[in-house]
T-cell receptor, first 114, second 112 residues
Framework: DSGVTQTPKHLITATGQRVTLRCSPR?????VYWYQQSLDQGLQFLIQ???????AKGNILERFSAQQFPDLHSELNLSSLELGDSALYFC?????????????FGPGTRLTVL | DAKTTQPNSMESNEEEPVHLPCNHS???????IHWYRQLPSQGPEYVIH???SNVNNRMASLAIAEDRKSSTLILHRATLRDAAVYYC?????????????FGKGTKLSVIP
């Protein structure tokens, strides 16, 4: 158990809909990262937040957005969903926000778009 | 764009050393190399990271080529619990930009 929690575990929705994925980092970790894992694209870094502020952006689509709240939990919002958005979404946390910080991954949320 | 290349799969006998290679030919200056592994139905877990010189920890060793364009993750004695997908990651951070580029991963099978 990494100490990172993600809800829900599974999510099934339809194209065009909007969903919110939630992540609670390990106690004391200030940084949260979001990743997408799909069969064709592999693991992709989406976005990082550090202490409530956006720190870095990866391959995140404009239809996707994220935020980190004062209690440090984070949410990833996915809108206008397409079939290709079906994937496993991981959240990870680390103590600090700089490079070379060990990241602890949650168990993931499996999103299925029908 | 940063790119990391790994073999799709490798096999090892139990209790023998395993060398997992990665090419990261676009690496520069202060970019880090990380290795994570992912066991079935779990999120990735940290294995090791390095910048320029070789690194050791309780899980593995990381050998980085002198030109830094490739690295090798070394598991000294493979166990059945080491069967996983191993990801090599190029971390670029600088000039107001940040990127984490994952390789496709090497699926390691350990034969008892």
């Amino acid at each position: 158990d990494s100490g990172v929690t993600q809800t829900p575990k599974h999510l099934i929705t339809a194209t065009g809909q909007r969903v919110t994925l939630r992540c609670s980092p390990r106690s004391g970790d200030l940084s949260v990262y979001w990743y997408q894992q799909s069969l064709d694209q592999g693991l992709q870094f989406l976005i990082q937040y550090y202490n409530g502020e956006e720190r870095a952006k990866g391959n995140i689509l404009e239809r996707f957005s994220a935020q980190q709240f004062p209690d440090l939990h984070s949410e990833l919002n996915l809108s206008s969903l397409e079939l290709g958005d079906s994937a496993l979404y991981f959240c990870a946390s680390s103590e600090a926000g700089g490079p070379y910080n060990e990241q602890f991954f949650g168990p993931g949320t499996r999103l299925t778009v029908l | 764009d940063a790119k990391t290349t790994q073999p799709n799969s490798m096999e090892s006998n139990e209790e023998e050393p395993v060398h997992l290679p990665c090419n990261h030919s676009t690496i520069s200056g202060t970019d880090y190399i990380h290795w994570y592994r992912q066991l079935p139905s779990q999120g990735p877990e940290y294995v090791i990271h390095g910048l320029t010189s070789n690194v050791n920890n309780r899980m593995a060793s990381l050998a980085i080529a002198e030109d830094r364009k490739s690295s090798t993750l070394i598991l000294h004695r493979a166990t059945l619990r080491d069967a996983a997908v191993y990801y090599c990651i190029h971390e670029y951070s600088g000039a107001g930009s940040y990127q984490l580029t994952f390789g496709k991963g090497t699926k390691l099978s350990v034969i008892p």
